[in-house]
């Protein structure tokens, strides 16, 4: 195992030596390689659940999951996307995936495979989606300069108009960008944390997410692609087009709610990559930034001198790099995942609206708790005896509880939601 309580994930566009690979800080050794012969798409690469890496095609309709622990990804499961996907993302807890495709925004319960809802509401593509760390909001950006919050309970128990999408109303909307959003970052509190929008129009947008009060628009003079807050959120930095990473100090926020950078005197610049900066993270213990660039190269720099500590080429641009822990799962032979998967559905069941969302979360062992996991119809032989009579009946009687439950959940979330 690493001597470092994390390790760096990267993909590049191209997927010749590895669709994904985990790589140690420290010593830029190559940990673990993720392989299916395929490049993976922007803002698309995920850790679910500490069990698997998630990630999309970056040119067919599909999702994979690799074990972390394996390089082939998961088989004997079905994870086809409704079409290409922009971006994706994963609830902390891993329970749901939310995909985009296009301007469109479909949400998965990864047990189950169930498609929970289908959300339109962009009138152009969808380029980053991100969960807040407690899972309870999703948040989406787009080519169009908009940006929405929304509330995952409110969007999953909202029913579907006549075109097969929800349009549950998002918590709040921003429409401060007039050029494309190309990258979100969270902070660590939940709906009460900060959101930060990046954009080719030049600016960088800190909002208050329990408010969806603007707190702070910084105008740079170059467009942004990329953005990442050390785990204090005393910092903040923001990659450009030009291939610098510019490093503004939130320790002392401008007075106005307006403020333009200058970038030689009020933020200290990174100055190290060619071409744009398309991913950003920040180690842990504060002192590491990771950043990957178009040009093909992934850079550890020390923050506090911004030196290049250790560059890790790639045959093509990069398409994620970025921190994450370094769980047992990385390293042991025998995976335990905390997470059930199952092939994703196109469409909910034809009698979804009296179903109910059944979380199920735990390890395989576990699966007899969740008889639709375990049995299968086609298992069971009907044959007219007394065994297949009596599963029959409690088939239905399921079916009823489920009935009830589905309205009292309904009932107690628009109790919650007023």
Known sequence: MSSSSEIIITSD?????FSAAGWDPQTGTQLATYKNGASLGYNTT????????LAADATKPRLYFWPLNQQTPVENMRFVAPGNVTALTCSPDGLFIAAAIGEKICIWQTSTGVQLAIVARHYQTVTCLKFTSDGSTLISGGDDGLVFVWSLSSVVSTTENNMGTRQAAPLYSFS???LAVKDLFIGRFGIQGRLVTVSLDCTAKIYDLDSGTLLLSLVFGVPLTSASMDLRESYLFVGCTTGDIFHFNLHSPPRGREHHVNQTEESSTFKGHTKAVTCLSVSSDC??????????SVNIWHIPSRQIVRTIPHKGPITAAFFTRAVNNFFTNDLKPKLILHSLQRRPDADYENDVIEVVNGCREQDLLNPETFFNSNDVLSDGSDSYAELQKAQEEIKALKATNAQMYKYGVKLLLK
Do not use: E, P, V
């Not at 566009?13 to 030596?17: A, D, L, P």
């Not at 995920?46 to 890496?53: C, R, V």
């Open 176 to 178: 401060d960008h007039s």
């Open 46 to 53: 995920n850790i679910i659940a500490d069990s698997y890496l």
């Open 287 to 296: 002192a590491s930034l990771l950043s990957g660039s178009a040009d093909g």
């Open 13 to 17: 566009g191209t997927g010749q030596m």
